[in-house]
C-alpha cells in the first residue's frame, strides 16, 4: 500500500511539473463510449478558455498531455494577439479520427465540457470536424464553430486565409513599402483548406507561385485555376520546397518544419503562412532573424478562424469578423516595429505584446475587484 501511494504522490508531482502555469487540467474518460480525452485551461486572465479539440492516435497519455499544454499555452498567446476576450485552453481525444469516431463518443466529450460551467469553449480543430461538434453541442452551449445552419459562424478557412493574406500584404510593406501582392513569387506549402484559398487569392492578385502539396487532385485544381488567370504555377516536392528562391515562404501544412535542417535551404526573404507552431524552438527565430529571413509571427497570422469562432459567443456577425481579421495587417506592422526597436525576433515582439496585455488586464481586474465581461451568446 505504501508503494502504491509513492507511486501516486510521484505521477501527482509529474502532472503538475508538466502543468507549471495552466490552471487546470482535466481528464475525461467513459469507457461506455471510448471516450478519452484532456481538456487544458491554461489562462482564463482575459476570459473563458477558448480552443478547438483535436482527435489523433497518440501512442501515449504523456505523448496527448504534453500535446494539450504545448497548444494550450499558445492559444493564450494566439487570443491576446487577436484582442478577443476569452483565455487559452484546448482539448484532444485520443483516438484514430477514421476509425474512432462515433456520436455518442462526442455526446460524451461534450457532456465533460458542459461540467466546466463555461471555463472552457471549443471546436474544430485537427481530425475533427463541424458535425462531431453538432453532436457534442446537444450536450453543452460551450461549442464554436458549428455549421451555419446550426447557427455557427460556418467554415473558419473563409477568415484565416484572408488573415494570411493581410499577413503578407503587411510583410510586402515592411520589406518593399508596399503592400501590393503582384509581381511577388510566393512558396505555398500545403493546399488545403486554408493554402488552397491563400494560394487562390495569390493568383487573383497577380502573383506567380510554387506550389506543394501530397495530394495530387489539388495540384490539378490550382494548375487549372492559375491557367485560367493567366498566370505561372510551379511544383515542387519534397525538401524541394525549402531550397527554392522565392520572396516568401507560406507554410500552410505543418508546425515544426522551420529548424536547423530547414533553414540551412532557406533562399526566401520572409516567412508568412498559416501552419501553426512553425518554429521548432525559440532559437530558430533568432536563427531566421540572423539569415536575414523576416518571420511573422504564425499565431498572428492564422487568427482568423479563431476571431471567427469568438465572434459566435456574441452573436455571430460575418462583417464583423472580416472587419476584426483586417486588424491582423496592423498588429503585425506593430510586432515588425517593435522587434526593430528592441533589435528582438518577432516572435519575441509578439510574445512580449502579448504579455503586455495579460498584465494590463490582470491590474484592471484587480482595481474594479471584478472581470468585466460583456454576455456572451450562450443560450443559441
Not at 26 to 46: E, K, M, R, S, Y
Not at 95 to 100: A, C, Q, V
Not at 352 to 365: A, V
Request: aromatic content about 8%; proline content about 3%.
Amino acid at each position: 500500500m505504501n508503494t502504491l501511494r509513492e507511486h501516486d504522490t510521484s505521477v501527482q508531482s509529474t502532472i503538475l511539473e508538466k502543468m507549471n502555469e495552466h490552471e487546470q487540467i482535466v481528464f475525461c474518460n467513459d469507457p461506455h463510449t471510448g471516450l478519452q480525452a484532456i481538456i487544458a485551461i491554461h489562462n482564463t486572465t482575459l476570459g473563458p478558455a477558448l480552443g478547438g479539440c483535436r482527435m489523433y492516435p497518440y501512442s501515449s497519455i504523456d505523448e496527448a498531455l504534453e500535446d494539450v499544454i504545448r497548444l494550450s499555452k499558445g492559444m493564450t498567446y494566439k487570443c491576446a494577439a487577436a484582442d478577443v476576450n476569452f483565455g487559452g485552453g484546448k482539448a484532444v481525444i485520443i483516438g484514430d479520427p477514421l476509425k474512432d469516431k462515433t456520436p455518442s463518443l462526442f455526446r460524451s466529450f461534450g457532456q465533460f465540457v458542459d461540467s466546466l460551467n463555461g471555463r472552457f469553449y471549443t471546436g474544430t480543430d485537427m481530425g475533427t470536424s463541424t458535425q462531431d461538434f453538432v453532436y457534442a453541442s446537444r450536450e453543452t452551449n460551450c461549442i464554436v464553430g458549428i455549421p451555419e445552419s446550426y447557427g455557427g459562424g460556418g467554415d473558419s478557412s473563409i477568415p484565416t486565409s484572408l488573415g494570411v493574406i493581410y499577413g503578407l500584404k503587411a510583410t510586402n510593406q515592411e520589406m518593399y513599402g508596399s503592400d501590393e501582392l503582384s509581381g511577388k513569387t510566393y512558396i505555398v506549402q500545403g493546399l488545403g483548406k486554408v493554402g488552397f484559398k491563400v494560394a487562390v487569392q495569390l493568383l487573383e492578385a497577380g502573383a506567380d507561385l510554387f506550389v506543394s502539396d501530397i495530394n495530387s487532385a489539388s495540384i490539378t485544381k490550382i494548375q487549372e485555376r492559375a491557367k485560367k488567370l493567366g498566370r505561372n504555377v510551379t511544383v515542387v516536392s519534397g525538401d524541394e520546397v525549402y531550397s527554392t528562391e522565392a520572396d516568401i515562404f507560406v507554410p500552410c501544412a505543418l508546425g515544426g518544419i522551420i529548424n536547423d535542417r530547414t533553414i540551412e535551404q532557406l533562399k526566401v526573404k520572409a516567412v508568412v503562412g498559416s501552419a501553426n507552431n512553425q518554429l521548432l524552438s525559440e532559437k530558430h527565430g533568432e536563427m531566421l532573424k540572423q539569415k536575414g529571413i523576416l518571420y511573422a509571427p504564425d499565431y498572428i497570422v492564422n487568427a482568423g478562424g479563431l476571431i471567427q469562432a469568438a465572434d459566435e459567443l456574441y452573436g455571430y456577425n460575418k462583417e464583423r469578423v472580416l472587419t476584426k481579421t483586417k486588424s491582423i495587417y496592423i498588429s503585425l506592422l506593430e510586432v515588425y516595429k517593435q522587434a526593430n526597436l528592441d533589435n528582438i525576433t518577432t516572435a519575441q515582439a509578439a510574445n512580449r505584446l502579448c504579455e503586455k496585455r495579460l498584465e494590463d488586464e490582470k491590474r484592471l481586474n484587480s482595481f474594479f475587484s471584478h472581470t468585466k465581461r460583456p454576455k456572451w451568446n450562450i443560450g443559441k
